[in-house]
C-alpha cells in the first residue's frame, strides 16, 4: 500500500530534529574570557549575551584554595586568557554540575595543556584517561619538576577535597 507522506512523517522528522538538537548545542562556539574563577575555570560571555557561563578546563584538576600554587593557578589563567576571544568545545561534565570544554586561546594553543605545561595543575585521569597528550606534558613537566611538581609532597585537588570531607573542613595535617 503507498501512502503519502502525511502528518506521522512530518511529526517523525520534528522527532528526529529535536533529538538531534541537544548535540548540536555542543558545537564549537566562540566567547570572550571575563576572568579566571580558579586555575581550572573561566567565566566567559558569548557575544552580546548578557549573562556569563562558566566553564572548566577539560581533563585537568587545579589545586584548591588553601593548596600549593592555588593562586599561581589561578593568576597564570587569568593573565593568560582574560580579555581575549577563545574558541570553547564543550564536553561531558566531568564533576556534577560542572561544564567542561576544551577551551583554545586566539593562538590556537590549548588552555589544558598549556596549565599542565607550567605545572600548575594535575592531568584528571578520570576525565580524559587516555589522552596521549596530557599524558606526556604531565610526565615531561613532573621530570623538569616545575610548579606544583617542585613540591615533593604534592597532593592532587580530588584528595585534598576528599581529606577535607574527612576532616569536616578543618585544616589538613600531616600531608
Not at 6 to 14: D, E, K, Q, V
Not at 59 to 86: C, Y
Not at 125 to 148: F, N, S, W
Amino acid at each position: 500500500m503507498n501512502r503519502k507522506p502525511g502528518l506521522h512523517s512530518l511529526t517523525f522528522l520534528l522527532g528526529i530534529f529535536l533529538l538531534a538538537a541537544p548535540a548540536a548545542a555542543q558545537e564549537t562556539f566562540e566567547a570572550t574570557v571575563v576572568k579566571a574563577v580558579s586555575g581550572d575555570a573561566l567565566e566567559v560571555r558569548r557575544d552580546k549575551a548578557k549573562q556569563t557561563e562558566t566553564y572548566h578546563l577539560a581533563g585537568v584538576d587545579a589545586p584548591e584554595p588553601g593548596q600549593p600554587f592555588s593562586k599561581e593557578s589561578a593568576d597564570f589563567l587569568g593573565k593568560t586568557a582574560t580579555g581575549k576571544k577563545v574558541k570553547i568545545t564543550p564536553q561531558k561534565e566531568e564533576q556534577p554540575g560542572q561544564k567542561a570544554a576544551l577551551i583554545l586561546l586566539p593562538d590556537g594553543r590549548n588552555l589544558s595543556h598549556l596549565m599542565l605545561e607550567e605545572g600548575l595543575v594535575w592531568w584528571y585521569r578520570m576525565a580524559l584517561p587516555h589522552d596521549p597528550v596530557l599524558d606526556k606534558t604531565e610526565h615531561q613537566t613532573r621530570k623538569l619538576k616545575k610548579g606544583i611538581w617542585s613540591d615533593r609532597d604534592t597532593m592532587p585537588p580530588w584528595a585534598w577535597r576528599s581529606r577535607l570531607e574527612e576532616t569536616g573542613g578543618g585544616p589538613i595535617k600531616d600531608r
